[in-house]
């Protein structure tokens, strides 16, 4: 891969990242995953890459002797109690530290579980295998002292992808913080062979059918109707890759399975296609009336309320999380583009005629530039949706300079040959776009800078998409994809989507406006909340300038009383 052009290099890791790594976490081949993951983050940033990989090289010798330390007292004690092991040490993945590095906002070096140890129990009979392993969890406790919010129990209930294993990162010599994995052979085994394991042990007593078969049955089924759209199969393949399902009810008491985190008009479209277009609502358990975006919980009672008055939003699209919804609403999206984009192409070729100016590649070109649109598809588009109103059009085509989009950064291009102009060692292979070229900043997505992106020519300029939007990912296979950096940004705010859920109480609302408004100075775009049984949800759509500037306000806001989470989120 490393020999290929940077646009195959990016193309081929978007394609992994969004559909070959989360089938190898779904079959459980979660070596196969670590790897891929790894090889995704060197070739889309190998920047980071090797400044991790760096200093993980330069601290080796360093971790082998702090990991020998950590775990010959706990060898002793397993020795000493007659327990039949195998134990190994390791860092972690380059990925998975990246991916904390993010999710936690903090440096490498405070990435507090960089250690990792695992301890495998041989000749272990099944029966016993639950009371071994918490055994040994007594052992490592005893030597050690735990971190109670870093206990995990896959043994009692485990993932969908049949993994088994007791977690627990514990304080280490120095005050360093190690995760320790507890497993049995068998165990390690599923664990390393994924779903093809589980077919060994098919016949012993206690087995049961699994998720994940149950799953691979649907695939099945799926793969041999003739009728289904090559795209289609794949959105919905890769949509229920990381699904478990929850259990719900129709008025009649029949039983509907959906993925976890089914809202009320996912279940609409479970139903009948018709009746999700029509969905206004639902009922839950006869007496309560919530939203289409409520998310359902396993045990409730669903009663969907209709109007034919109504008709798909695509607002919809962002919180429906079944492939069946999905698809459904996409259709209906995809026939009433196709006839704004007949009906917009004929305003558009009658208002040319009108003011007597010629159809040219130059005349799209500048009208594209102007009104946003990557494609002609979507100018024709936006004209037939009334959502462009041409009658400045003699106005854009006659301007020379560039239009009314929107300067918003110098950014940072990268191409495979080697930059004429001086760059420091880290931009290598970098060119300098001036402030003179045009950028159109993707509504799918909205990046922000800090954010990875990518950026895709478009007529007189650059449409910027965050890295792994799925639309970027689809036009990688299409178009070239430039590696883009942010830098020199000029003071520009960027309309930016959170939510946030915990206990509701009084007065949290204004602490939070009185966060966001009067301690960050943010602008508030617009603010949605609901209520149910004590709990909170709310959508903030805010103006921010940066992504350090989001996790500021990420990090403030999570440290309110009651508040339990707070993530970034996708309107378009």
Partial sequence: LGSMPIDKQLRIAAETRSFFVPLAHRLGFYNIKTELEDLCLKHEHPIIYNDIYNKLKGSEKKRVHYLNRFCIPLMMALEQNNVKYQITSRSKSISSIWNKIQKKNVSFENVYDVFAVRIILTDVPRDEEKAMCWRVYSFITDTYTPNPKRLRDWISTPKDNGYEGLHTTVMGPDGNWVEVQIRTERMDEIAEHGYAAHWKYKDVDGFDKTELEQWLQRLRSTLANPNNDALAFLDDFKLNLYATEIFLFTPKGDLIRLPNGATALDFAYEIHTQVGHYAIGAKINRHKTVPLDYELRSGDQIEILTSEKQKPQKEWLAFVSTAKAKTNLQQVFKNARKKAILKGQKILTDTLQNNNIKESDSVFDKLMLHYGAVTIDDL?????????????????????????????????????????????????????????T?????????????????????????????????????????????????????????????????????????????????????????????????????TLDLYINDLQHLNNLMVRLQKIKGVTKVMRIDKS
Avoid at 398 to 421: D, G, H, S
Avoid at 466 to 490: D, G, M, V, Y
């Fill in 380 to 436: 024709h588009e936006k004209i037939g949706e009334k959502a462009i109103d041409l009658v400045d059009i003699v106005d854009v085509i006659a301007k020379k300079r560039k239009n009314k989009t929107v300067q918003f950064w110098k950014l940072q291009l990268r191409k495979n040959k080697q930059n004429e102009e001086d760059v420091d060692e880290e931009q290598d292979n970098v060119r300098v776009i001036s402030h003179a």
């Fill in 438 to 538: 045009n950028y159109i900043i993707a509504e799918c997505c909205r990046p922000i800078p800090g954010d990875s992106v990518v950026g895709f020519e478009i007529p007189n300029g650059f449409i910027i998409h965050a890295s792994t939007c799925p639309n970027a990912i689809e036009l990688q296979t299409q178009h070239t994809a430039h590696r883009i950096k942010w830098i020199n940004k000029k003071e520009q705010a960027f309309l930016v989507s959170i939510r946030v859920e915990g206990k509701d109480r009084i007065g949290l609302l204004n602490e939070i406006s009185r966060v966001t408004s009067y301690q960050l100075n943010i602008n508030i775009r617009t603010v949605h909340i609901e209520t149910y049984d004590k709990q909170f949800e709310g």
